[in-house]
């Protein structure tokens, strides 16, 4: 059976590397020789994969592909090498397509494929101890009545407005006097 990538079938694939990583910990317990191991799970999976497509109904099956990396949705993957792995679904995380030079309606493709997981669905926020909850709602609470505080503070100190419009330039002749003591 050759690759197959949703519906399309990968043409006169040459070569194809798989790359599949297990997280594993190691604990040391004190006082004792041995350790433990601890399995994390695993990496996604990737793939990388390159051929050759040719003859009359290449470009469209460029094209096709193409479409496929850009629309960047989890599209099915079909291979023997990967069949015992349980993949469903991958995304083609890159695409290289180049003319061959010298003949005609012949591509080179180099396809990067990661396996796309299930994104996991958050825990229950019921869990959520309610005292917690209440201690953000009073703290909101304290802030939007210190909002509408600062109003009334920022209007009271237009009263003081007269008095000082003038300080910025007294402060300014201020500063030239004392220059021009220093200076003569």
């Known amino acids: 059976m050759r690759p197959m990538i949703d519906d399309l079938e990968l043409p006169q694939v040459q070569t194809l590397t798989v790359r599949d990583r297990r997280a594993l910990a190691e604990h040391r317990p004190p006082g004792l020789d041995g350790s433990l191991l601890q399995n994390l ?9 390159s051929g050759v497509a040719s003859g009359a109904d290449a470009l469209s099956w460029v094209e096709r592909l193409d479409e496929k990396f850009r629309i960047g949705q989890p599209v099915t ?16 995380d890159d695409l290289r397509i180049r003319e061959v030079a010298g003949k005609a309606d012949r591509y080179s493709y180099r396809l990067s494929l990661e396996e796309y997981l299930e994104p996991v669905e958050p825990e229950d ?21 210190g909002l509408d505080i600062s109003l009334d503070f920022a209007t009271g100190l237009e009263r003081f407005l007269p ?3 003038g300080l910025l330039g007294r402060l300014q002749q201020f500063q030239r006097d004392v220059e021009s003591t220093r200076g003569g």
Do not use: H, K, N
């Open 41 to 49: 799970g695993r990496s996604p999976t990737r793939l990388t994969l």
């Open 77 to 92: 993957f079909i291979a023997d090498i990967v069949a015992d792995a349980e993949i469903e679904e991958m995304v083609i």
């Open 125 to 145: 926020t019921t869990l959520l101890d309610d005292e917690i909850l209440a201690d953000a709602e009073r703290l909101i609470d304290d802030l939007v009545a």
């Open 163 to 165: 008095a000082m419009e």
